[in-house]
């Protein structure tokens, strides 16, 4: 993950009353290393930092907070490049092009289904439990980053959550001005199809080519392993019952055949890569008390509450109930 992506922790830190360099220091992140916003940070790391302040604090919104207080050049170098597409579906196409080089450990897909344009996201990462504060940072970062764009009048239908609403909304409400669902099915952002097509504010298709040169410059890095590709696109279909090797391989604009050549070229099979996502989402949702277990064996594509507690009571040696007891 890039340090810009804790561009403003410092500020709403202090503002929340917390010392943002103790805990940058226990999180093992020298404060130096934020002075280049593409020096990067390991996404655990971010991710144990952002939930530990958010408790600590008391304020469940310091990941949105983070959010409402980015600007478009906390995108670094890629800004360049998004701020000049012709379109709201060109700005998505391009971000989606480069998500490696804003941060590795985010996934994100967008669905055209005719009526909807739905933006997911998601983050893959190795450790277990709650990322609210982090998933929260990147959905209001891409929610910010539109309204950047396509002007402040704009706004989607609904801002989503897979995690349960705050005690207290009043930074969602403000920052977010349209419907906001929790204990959604996933992360992201909805809105009418044709929104796709509404022009950028700052877009000039030449600049967007001076900047796409200068940008293959500055990252000409190798892509991410399929492995990586295909985890990200996992953990986005996965709760919505289309984790299917077929729909996987559609995502990352690959056939069936080649993935499942690549994935093994590379030690590893399909089926591991679904079943080290449901056990990370299944520790996720069952973190925040506020998912009934019922809801959750549903979200992770189970039809019976039965079959859900036999899979988990096999994968961590206790029944869902007592992992929420013992865990809580």
């Not at 930092?49 to 170098?77: C, K, P, Y």
């Not at 349209?178 to 796709?196: K, Q, R, T, W």
Request: one cysteine or more.
């Amino acid at each position: 993950m890039r340090a810009a992506a804790l561009t403003n922790y410092i500020a709403v830190a202090k503002d929340l009353g917390l010392n943002p360099y103790k805990l940058l220091r226990n999180a093992g992140i020298d404060i130096n290393v934020l002075a280049v916003p593409d020096n990067r940070i390991p996404a655990d790391t971010v991710v144990s930092l952002l939930e530990n302040s958010a408790q600590l604090s008391g304020h469940s919104d310091f990941g949105l907070r983070m959010a409402e207080a980015r600007r478009l050049t906390d995108f670094g170098a890629i800004s360049l490049l998004i701020m000049h597409q012709p379109t709201l579906r060109d700005v998505l196409t391009t971000l989606t092009r480069h998500l490696n080089t804003l941060n590795e450990a985010l996934a994100m897909h967008v669905v055209d289904n005719g009526e909807f344009a739905i933006i997911k996201e998601d983050l893959v990462t190795d450790i277990p439990g709650a990322k609210t504060q982090c998933v929260e940072l990147i959905v209001g970062a891409m929610y910010g980053l539109l309204k950047n764009l396509l002007g402040d009048e704009w706004s989607p239908l609904s801002v989503h959550f897979t995690h349960g609403a705050p005690a207290d909304l009043a930074t969602h409400r403000r920052f977010l001005k349209c419907d906001i669902e929790f204990e959604s099915a996933f992360n992201g952002i909805v809105m009418p199809v044709s929104d796709l097509q509404k022009p950028n504010r700052t877009g000039d298709p030449a600049l967007a080519h001076y900047a796409q040169q200068y940008l293959d410059t500055m990252h000409p890095g190798a892509p991410q392993s399929v492995i990586g590709e295909a985890r990200k696109a996992i953990y986005l279909l996965l709760p919505l019952g289309a984790a299917s090797v077929t729909r996987v391989a559609r995502a990352i604009g690959m056939h069936e055949r080649t993935l499942q050549r690549r994935l093994a070229s590379e030690g590893c099979e399909f089926s591991d890569l679904v079943k080290e996502a449901r056990r990370d989402l299944a520790q996720r949702y069952i973190s925040d008390k506020r998912h009934s277990i019922t809801r959750i064996s549903e979200t992770l594509g189970y039809g019976q509450l039965s079959s859900f507690t036999r899979w988990f009571s096999s994968e961590f040696g206790m029944s869902p109930a007592e992992w929420r007891r013992k865990n809580g």
